[in-house]
């Protein structure tokens, strides 16, 4: 079998995030340098990852990915939980 094609591999944090704005909250989302940079490469080139998520990772989120054709060979998953990172952002949006 062969490996896949992948023209571009970016490294970096993966993680679980909850965002408040004035209007509106979301939790539990996907997020993540790696996320937001792999699904902005997959666009223009074959894109791969190299990151780690904990065992509480949510399988959709791999789907997404995985439906992007991001090659997922370089994610590692560990016991423990994923990393999380919240932010609220006020009127004026700082």
Not at 31 to 50: E, R
Not at 84 to 92: D, H, I, M
Request: charged content about 20%; some cysteine.
């Amino acid at each position: 079998m062969t490996q896949p094609r992948v023209d571009l591999t970016i490294v970096g944090s993966i993680g679980i995030d909850t965002i408040e704005t004035p209007t509106e909250k979301q939790e539990e989302i996907l997020g993540g340098s790696v996320s937001y940079a792999c699904a902005a490469a997959s666009f223009f080139t074959h894109t791969g990852m190299v990151g780690v998520v904990g065992s509480d990772f949510p399988q959709e989120f791999r789907q997404t990915w995985e439906n992007m054709s991001i090659d997922l060979a370089g994610l590692q998953t560990v016991e423990g939980k994923t990393f999380r990172w919240s932010g609220v952002y006020e009127e004026n949006m700082d």
